[in-house]
């Protein structure tokens, strides 16, 4: 079940979708939601299912419109409280089968008060096969009244015979101008602390609303920088780094876990403007550290930064796999000490 969050931003892209699918009333029995996380998938689908079931004529035309609207039923969906919402989630690391079952069972039957029955599958790349299978007799003979949501990181990582009947919904990330604004709006900041937010951001305006507060935003511009000031001093043309700095920096990377996707994430954007900015200068995310990076580009090799970003690769699948963390780090600051 999944509360409703007003202050994320909707994907504009993906609402526009919908709409004009809602407004020809052509919404297929099944939609897959795809795109990275932290764009909306989740509030998107919540925001559609109260389109369908809204009690009030919103004349518009644009689902997003309906974000603030306090009719009866748009209320109990906005709260998680609607019975003919219902949520599917990874129990552990997969959707098992019985989930599967439960939720046939349940759609077998009449809604209970909605005009429309959502079912919003999330992380949909999680079903095991058994579940996959189970789930393609329901998308084969979908029930009345009823619609599937389905949310994945890329329609690949489902079974082709279960993204092909669903239609596809992508949700891009959104620009780092519009993030910029919307960071400006929120805390108040300067435009240039605003830029940096922007580029950590990544496209994800879930980044910036987890930053509860102005300290929440400080602090992530404060990460970035020692982040990138360390490994300027391990990959950089300056003195190199004695075996023991690194180290110490491994470490202390290691002990902040939750930081860690975050702190990955900043170091691979650095990374990839060093190789950007030898083709494609304009290109570059990091764009408030222009010299910086294009002085350190002329000192690195294509070959040397791609294994660097290989590097940087192989310990966010790390951390992905529950390795030993502090190992992983290790391995990955040494990889970034220039040869
Ligand atoms: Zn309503």
Known sequence: MSEFNPDRLLNVKALKQLSVLFNKGAVPHALLFSGYEGLGKRDTAVLFAMACNCNKSQGSGNIADIIDCTCRSCNKIRSGNHPDIHWVEPSGTFIK?????????????????????????????NMNIEASNSLLKLLEEPPQKTILILTAIQASDLLPTIFSRCQ??????????II????????????????IIAVLSQGSLSKINACKNIKGIKELICLRNWLLQMCCELTGNGARVSMETALAFAEKLSKDKKKLPDSLDIITSWLRDIMVVKYQPDRIINKDLFQNIRLISQNLSTNSLLSKLDVLQAAQQGLRTNANIRLVMEIMVLGLIKE
């Open 97 to 125: 089968i019985d989930q599967i079952r439960e939720l046939c069972e349940a759609v077998a039957m009449k809604p209970y008060e909605a005009g429309m029955r959502v079912v919003i599958i999330s992380s949909a790349q």
């Open 168 to 177: 596809t919904v992508h949700f891009t990330p959104v620009s780092q101008d």
């Open 180 to 195: 910029k604004s919307a960071a400006l709006e929120k805390f108040n900041i300067s435009p240039d602390e605003a830029e």
